[in-house]
């Protein structure tokens, strides 16, 4: 069975950056598209990125645009989310998604930004 382990999240400071991991267990990573979710406090769960299984498509929320990129590195099982030019608006629990059916997601990491 696939599981999803985020890292990477972290205190940081209005403007900063942040880059987030989930790494997959499982050789069926790579045919499946990827996403990032996050959820705010009181807040339900957002899209925020997908990315396909190739890499060669990839769609974000338009809050974040241009300050962040969803990336993969399928030899390594492994997607990523560089989070730059941070708002406290950010501040959530991020978690990554295979999307398959049932999808599957990690146990989330926290980002808070604030100074």
């Known amino acids: 069975q696939v599981q999803l382990v985020e890292s990477g999240g972290g205190l940081v400071q209005p403007g900063g950056s942040l880059r987030l991991s989930c790494a997959a267990s499982?050789?069926?990573?790579?045919?499946?598209?990827m996403g990032w979710h996050r959820q705010a406090p009181g807040k339900q769960r957002e899209l925020v990125a997908t990315i396909t299984s190739g890499g060669g498509s990839t769609y974000y929320i338009d809050s974040v645009k241009g300050r962040f990129t969803i990336s993969r590195d399928n030899a390594k099982n492994t997607v990523y989310l560089q989070m730059n030019s941070l708002k406290p608006e950010d501040t959530a629990v991020y978690y990554c998604k295979l999307y398959t059916t049932p999808n599957l997601w990690g146990q989330g990491t926290q980002v808070t930004v604030s100074s």
């Open positions: 499982g050789s069926i990573f790579s045919i499946y598209t």
